[in-house]
Antibody, heavy 123, light 111 residues
Framework: EVQLVESGGGLVKPGGSMRLSCAAS????????MVWVRQAPGEGLEWVSI????????YYADSVKGRFTVSRDNAKYSLSLEMNSLRVEDTAVYYC????????????????WGQGTLVTVSS | QSVLTQPPSLSGAPGQRVIISCTGG?????????VHWYQQVQGKAPKLLIY???NRPSGVPDRFSGSKSGTSASLAIAGLQAEDEADYYC???????????FGGGTKLTVL
């Protein structure tokens, strides 16, 4: 069974840093491109970042570029999101999700999602 | 303002058919990129409902169907049931933004 479990969320002050993790199981993690998607309270979904299965490409949304860093450890079946210079508007539930392996990364659906972890940026 | 436009809310009675629209532009849906649909029940993570415009993942009832034409896509739900009450999001890729984009979401209420 495919499972994605996020952790690391919590309360942080504006300007602070936080590292989120996503533990994967039930599939060959090293074969799949992965994404982070966030959802502010009461709002819609926003794509944050994508990382290739091998880490060969990484892209970020303009809203987080230069502040967030995505990485993965295929040996540990783990995905991470390092968030720096956090702003109040970064407050959201952060989901990791897996991309459909059968479709090109720019056309693929997000076929499995974790349960999310809440990040609150507030003084 | 979302790149993909969805109606904020829709409602229908049990047994009815509803259609949720998703309107994009020439750099996303109109450029030929796939459209995917997700269902999010209150307090839960999104779940893939329709992928690559028209396909249903295993376990999704055939009451749900997707279509795409030009710069728009639609999700149809037939035989509406109480358990279909949720938020629905369309998603695609935008070449101009080099970004994966979502619609603003449609809150479906089953009367």
């Amino acid at each position: 069974e495919v499972q994605l479990v996020e952790s690391g969320g919590g309360l942080v002050k504006p300007g602070g840093s936080m590292r989120l993790s996503c533990a994967a199981s039930g599939f060959s993690f090293n074969k799949y491109n992965m994404v982070w998607v966030r959802q502010a309270p009461g709002e819609g979904l926003e794509w944050v970042s994508i990382i290739a299965s091998s880490g060969s490409f990484i892209y970020y949304a303009d809203s987080v570029k230069g502040r967030f860093t995505v990485s993965r450890d295929n040996a540990k079946y783990s995905l991470s999101l390092e968030m720096n210079s956090l702003r109040v508007e970064d407050t959201a539930v952060y989901y990791c999700a897996r991309l459909d392996i059968l479709t090109s990364y720019d056309e693929a659906s997000f076929d499995y999602w974790g349960q999310g972890t809440l990040v609150t940026v507030s003084s | 303002q979302s790149v993909l436009t969805q109606p904020p809310s829709l409602s229908g009675a049990p047994g009815q058919r509803v259609i949720i629209s998703c309107t994009g532009g020439s750099s996303n849906i109109g450029a030929g990129y796939n459209v995917h649909w997700y269902q999010q029940v209150q307090g839960k993570a999104p779940k893939l409902l329709i992928y690559n415009n028209i396909n249903r993942p295993s376990g999704v009832p055939d009451r749900f169907s997707g279509s795409k034409s030009g710069t728009s896509a639609s999700l149809a739900i037939a035989g509406l049931q109480a358990e279909d009450e949720a938020d629905y999001y369309c998603q695609s890729h935008d070449s101009g933004l080099s970004s994966w984009v979502f619609g603003g979401g449609t809150k479906l209420t089953v009367l």
